[in-house]
């Protein structure tokens, strides 16, 4: 089974800081993705990555950026975090999409900017 | 712009029911149509797919129902039972090589009640 795994399930930061969420996937995957969960508006894309050291941005990238240095990890980085940044954030995995390969997904991680 | 709208935001069915779930898109370039089920404190995971060369895709309890000249499929989960309680998304994405985003609905919460 596939296991992505993210590295807190919650998180508690402050305004202005410099928040780094990690996510490993176990599978050799190449495509990772980061998602953040908000009630009644689904799961939105914020970035994602086919490669190591290639990114691209998703539906709502301002305020974030990330970094995949190994193909096994993807970190999603808060510059600096504010309160509308409060949310749960999703990582995912999957192979390329020849056929449409489902996506993979951590459990999570509940951040809260104070 | 949401692409995919989800109905209903939230459903409470009596064990032994039927849940439906419903969704519409825009964009004809669609051509793979996952659901994903979240149970709380996890992440999403595949439930069921379906492509638009078929209309009806059916695993256990679970029916999926396409409709392609009106642009909607649905979820279909009979005998509803207290363990089908999640969250539910559904999806859709194009399939023209490379790498496609997958345009997730809103979400539908189900309470199955015993």
């Known amino acids: 089974d596939v296991k992505v795994t993210q590295s807190s399930r919650y998180l508690v930061k402050r305004t202005g800081e410099k928040v780094f969420l990690e996510c490993v996937q176990d599978?050799?995957?190449?495509?990772m993705f980061w998602y953040r969960q908000d009630p009644g508006l689904g799961l939105r894309l914020i970035y994602f990555?086919?490669?190591?050291?290639?990114?691209e941005k998703g539906d709502i990238p301002e305020g974030y950026s990330v970094s995949r240095e190994k193909k096994e990890r993807f970190s999603l980085i808060l510059e600096s975090a504010s309160t509308n940044q409060t949310s749960m954030y999703l990582c995912?995995?999957?192979?390329?999409?020849?056929?449409?390969?489902?996506?993979?997904f951590g459990d999570g991680t509940r951040l809260s900017i104070l | 712009q949401q692409q995919v709208k989800q109905s209903p935001q939230s459903l409470i069915v009596q064990k032994g029911g039927i849940s439906i779930i419903n969704c519409a898109y825009e964009?004809?370039?669609?051509?793979?149509f996952p659901w994903y089920q979240q149970f709380p404190g996890k992440g999403p995971a595949l439930l069921i797919a379906?492509?638009?060369?078929?209309s009806e895709k059916k695993e256990g309890r679970f029916t999926i129902s396409f409709n392609k000249s009106a642009k909607q499929f649905s979820l279909h989960i009979m005998d509803s039972q207290p363990g089908d309680s999640a969250t539910y998304f559904c999806?859709?994405?194009?399939?023209?090589?490379?790498?496609?985003?997958?345009?997730f609905g809103t979400g539908t919460k189900l309470q199955v009640i015993p």
């Open positions: 964009n004809t370039a669609f051509d793979y």
């Open positions: 599978m050799d995957h190449e495509n």
């Open positions: 990555s086919y490669d190591v050291k290639m990114k």
């Open positions: 999806a859709a994405s194009p399939n023209s090589g490379g790498y496609q985003k997958v345009t």
């Open positions: 379906i492509r638009p060369d078929v």
């Open positions: 995912a995995s999957s192979l390329p999409t020849d056929g449409n390969q489902p996506q993979h």
